[in-house]
């Protein structure tokens, strides 16, 4: 009896039942996930109003340290009490019902929050209507807590800026104690889940955007396939490339998000359309399973690993146990396999990434300028202008802004661009298509988000979960990707890891 009890329920033992019954235990934030918040609601000890006033304190308290948040919804209260009464009147409503969520700045949201990808040159700009991944989420009623700091630009304007760092929103820091940042350009979305500012996030990805902050700051990050959600209003460098996705505290907790953001959106037609054949009809939380290594074929990128971490260090250790575990819950490991060409992959400019990226974020980011309600800059050249008029808010002796100019430059998608893209298509079918297939791979694992290059030129899923922490006590990661479509299979390889594993601890007390 003694070993099932509270120590509160042995104090109040003696005085029997009755007594037992007024001890309620307060609702436990730190941590909480989506059901258990859902289980809180449901028994009374917790709503949608007291939730947000409890994010919004925590933001308060420790964002001037973190620099995580931009901007806080002003009407995030009304919305959780809007929340609150439709829970009272009953019915069955989603897991993500009256759940804050924050949002990356580069994605819009019709209502009071800016939308600015971390510039001062999109404040005061009014978008067109939400994005389609903020209209799923309203629509089920979840709560736009508001926007998350981020690099600027998604770090697409110069070749060395500082991670996680924007004119709006200074510079994001990790939690954990590391000398290396938060990465980014998911920063703020990766640190405010991280730190217990909010239950879930989103970012976006094309690079390693969410799958780096995410092994940085020690939380669960899904870069879906290209296409199964909307990039509609989102402020883009290549919507050929590019993803948005969750950002949580554990697999679970992402994949709720997920299911609500995936699907079909006429203004991002052909490649939600494509890509909406890889949405299981039950949704990607039957893939939550916690037998869900058992069986799958897993190609170690072995010298991604000892090129990261040298033998013996805790790292490589920590990783081995990790392998270890894998095949005790059943899955094969197929060792020492090599990605073709993947020196080229991860060279943007020898892989045509770079000569395509200046080109197509040219288009798209005119296009997303020109599609705004109102705005002070209208164009590329506009922005380009803007940072020479705010020399000293934009850093530009610092950081300067090459790649800008290098985009104004390029003139549409013309041959160069043309022979770039295929010959990254050329590039993923001898890499990551022939391996899996020839190796009957599930998925491929690497650290931390050290693959991403060769992944994004074909526009594969990864997910990276927590996989420990170093000496110092910083964080480290793991990732699994596969080819297009694969996401639920990934789902279950990653869910079963973290649940076989489980790695993640809060961020000590700031
Ligand atoms: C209600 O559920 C939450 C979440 O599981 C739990 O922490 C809390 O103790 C429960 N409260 C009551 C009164 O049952
Ligand atoms: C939320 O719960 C608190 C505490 O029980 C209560 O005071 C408040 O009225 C509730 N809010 C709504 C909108 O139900
Ligand atoms: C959006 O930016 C404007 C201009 O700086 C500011 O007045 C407003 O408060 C911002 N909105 C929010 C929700 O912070
Ligand atoms: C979508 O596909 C159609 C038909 O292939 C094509 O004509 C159109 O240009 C595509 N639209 C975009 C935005 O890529
Ligand atoms: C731990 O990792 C961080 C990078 O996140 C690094 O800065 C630090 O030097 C590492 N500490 C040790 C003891 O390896």
């Keep these: 009896m003694i070993a099932h009890d509270s120590l509160l329920f042995l104090t109040f033992a003696f005085y029997g039942q009755a007594t037992r019954l007024l001890v309620k235990k307060p609702f436990c934030f730190e941590e909480a996930t989506i059901s258990d918040i859902q289980e809180a609601f449901n028994n009374g000890s917790l709503n949608s109003s007291l939730l947000v006033k409890h994010y919004l304190d925590q933001i308060r308290a420790l964002n001037p340290h973190l620099n995580a948040v931009l901007e806080v919804n002003p009407d995030a209260i009304a919305d959780a009490a809007k929340a609150d009464l439709q829970r009272n009147a009953g019915g069955n409503l989603s897991p993500l019902h009256g759940i804050p969520i924050l949002v990356k700045d580069n994605i819009n949201t019709y209502d009071k929050l800016n939308t600015t990808s971390g510039s001062f040159a999109l404040l005061g700009s009014i978008v067109p209507r939400d994005a389609g991944v903020i209209q799923r989420l309203r629509k089920v009623g979840a709560i736009i807590l508001g926007k998350a700091s981020m690099s600027e630009w998604d770090n697409f304007r110069s070749l060395d800026p500082k991670q996680g760092w924007s004119p709006r929103g200074g510079q994001g820091r990790n939690p954990y104690p590391t000398t290396d940042g938060p990465c980014g350009t998911s920063s703020g979305s990766a640190i405010a889940v991280a730190a217990n500012l909010v239950t879930v996030s989103l970012g976006t990805d094309l690079d390693g955007a ?193 790649i800008f100019l290098a985009s104004q430059q390029t003139n549409g998608i013309g ?11 050329q590039l993923s ?41 170093n000496k110092s006590g910083a964080p480290f990661g793991i990732s699994f990707a596969g080819l297009w479509g694969s996401d639920a299979t990934l789902i279950e390889i990653a869910y079963a890891f973290e649940k076989a594993t489980k790695v993640r601890k809060p961020p000590p007390l700031i």
């Design 415 to 425: 041959d160069a661009e043309n022979i770039a893209m295929k010959r990254m298509a």
């Design 210 to 402: 969410i799958t780096c902050p995410a092994v940085m700051n020690s939380v669960v990050g899904i870069k879906p396939t290209v296409g199964l959600t909307s990039r509609s209003g989102m402020v883009p460098i290549s919507p050929r490339l590019q993803t948005i996705g969750p950002m949580a505290r554990t697999m679970a907790d992402a994949v709720i998000l997920l299911d609500v953001i995936v699907g079909f959106d006429p203004l991002d037609a052909n490649a939600t359309k494509e890509a909406s054949r890889f949405i299981p009809i039950d949704g990607f939380q039957k893939s939550l399973k916690e037998d869900g290594l058992k069986g799958k074929r897993l190609g170690i990128v072995r010298h991604s690993f000892s090129n990261d971490y040298s033998k013996g260090s805790i790292e490589a250790n920590k990783f081995e146990m990790h392998f270890q575990t894998m095949r005790l819950k059943g899955a094969i490991l197929v060792d020492n396999i090599e990605l073709k060409n993947v020196e080229i992959m991860q060279n943007v400019f020898a892989s045509g990434e770079a000569t395509a990226l200046l080109a197509e974020f040219k288009l798209s980011l005119n296009a997303y300028l020109k599609d705004l309600v109102s705005s002070p800059v209208r164009s590329l050249a506009d922005i380009i202008a803007f940072n020479n008029q705010h020399p000293i808010e934009e850093r530009m002796k610092e950081y300067g802004q090459i």
């Design 429 to 469: 079918k001898e890499g990551m298509e022939d391996l899996i297939r020839e190796k009957s791979l599930d998925a491929v694992v690497f650290p931390g988000s050290s693959l991403s290059h060769s992944m994004a030129i074909g526009g594969f899923p990864i997910i990276s979960v927590p996989a420990g922490y």
